[in-house]
Structure formats: C-alpha cells, structure tokens
C-alpha cells in the first residue's frame, strides 16, 4: 500500500504561485496530480514518470511545471500565473500496478 503525503496548498492572489509537493511511503512509476472544482469532473494536470517524461494539461501548460526527486519518491507541481479558475482541490497521484490518490489539498486563487 503507497501513502501519499501532500502539502503546499493554501490561499493565493490572481498572478501569484504556490508550489505543491507530494512524497510517496516508496518508489512508483507515474507520480502527478489531478484536481476537481466544486461541481465539475475530476481533471487531470500533470504526470511525470520515473524517467522524467511529462504530461501536462493544456489548460496549465507554460504556467505549471511537474518535476520529482526519485530519492525522495517525492513530486512537485510549481504552479505560476494562478488564475481563479485554478481554484479547486488538487490531489495527487501515484500509478504502478494499483492507483493511489493522495487526501487532497485545497488551492484557492482569488481575483
């Protein structure tokens, strides 16, 4: 069983950044994040793998950047130019053979 420990959420203005962080109890493949504002699906943001490769969402691309410490079974989502619309829980996850989901972290982005 992977535990997923999250951190880094909280309160922002329009333009600033936060920057999450997530370390896993041991090494997995695919670390990211995904989020869901009240009333609407849950998207995906970002994946990197093990290797590095990256998948980011359109809607965040140029703005958020996912990296990871593969020491650490740690990943980070260092999101810039926060826009209201970013607002939402942010949860990251964890895929290998099962998927794992962190307890979610609130970002609030007020205009």
């Not at 992977?2 to 090494?27: D, I, K, P």
């Not at 990251?92 to 609130?106: E, H, L």
């Amino acid at each position: 069983q992977v535990r997923l420990v999250e951190s880094g959420g909280g309160l922002v203005q329009a333009g600033g950044s936060l920057r999450l962080s997530c370390a896993a109890s041991f090494s997995i493949n695919v670390m990211g994040w995904d989020r869901q504002s009240p009333g609407k699906q849950r998207e995906l943001v970002a994946r990197i793998s093990s290797g590095g490769s990256t998948n980011v969402a359109d809607s965040v691309k140029g703005r958020f950047t996912i990296s990871r410490d593969n020491a650490k079974n740690t990943v980070y989502l260092q999101m810039n130019n926060l826009k209201p619309e970013d607002t939402a829980v942010y949860y990251c996850q964890a895929s290998g053979q099962r998927v794992y989901w962190g307890q979610g972290t609130q970002v609030t982005v007020s205009s």
